[in-house]
């Protein structure tokens, strides 16, 4: 008897997105002169998607310490992918940017993603598209939220 989980549909899909993506990954990282490590790079994807976080949300989503995540930080600050910005609430409070840098040099999901994109556009009708743009929209918002996580 094996103990290997009958995949789902959604699973099967999840799975062969990840591993086309971590291809992707290691191969841009590969063919480019970025001097970063593909731990850093998935920091740098996770300060992106958490729109500008504090050091703190940071560390909390990703589960390390604050002094650990400052040690991340100020690594990818000094290679010029973040900056700080004081909050204009509460002066001691610094948000997490990504800089322009990033998005000229890496941005590797995007362009994956944008890969991805167009064979979506190309395997299904327009109404199915829409319906999987509808369906992928509700995922997004009630049941995969990245705020608050």
């Known amino acids: 008897m094996s103990n290997v ?18 291809k992707d990954v290691f191969k841009r990282l590969k063919s480019s002169k970025i001097p970063l490590s593909t731990e850093e790079l998935y920091c740098l994807e996770i300060i992106e998607a958490l729109e500008e976080p504090t050091i703190n949300e940071f560390a909390g989503f990703v589960g390390i310490s604050s002094p650990n995540a400052t040690y991340k930080i100020n690594s990818l600050i000094q290679k010029g992918y973040v900056e700080k910005i004081q909050s204009s ?17 890496l941005s590797v999901s995007e362009k994956y993603f944008d890969i991805v994109e167009e064979k979506l556009k190309t395997a299904f009708t327009e109404d199915e598209y829409k319906e999987f743009n509808r369906l992928f929209k ?6 995969l939220p990245v705020k608050g996580s």
């Not at 989980?5 to 971590?22: A, G, H, I």
């Not at 609430?89 to 040099?105: A, P, V």
């Not at 509700?138 to 049941?143: A, C, D, P």
């Open 5 to 22: 989980k009958e995949m789902t549909p959604f699973s099967e899909v999840y799975k062969r997105f990840k591993v086309l993506y971590y």
């Open 89 to 105: 609430t509460d002066k001691r409070e610094y948000m997490l940017k990504i800089t322009d840098k990033y998005y000229k040099d």
């Open 138 to 143: 509700k995922i997004s918002e009630e049941v």
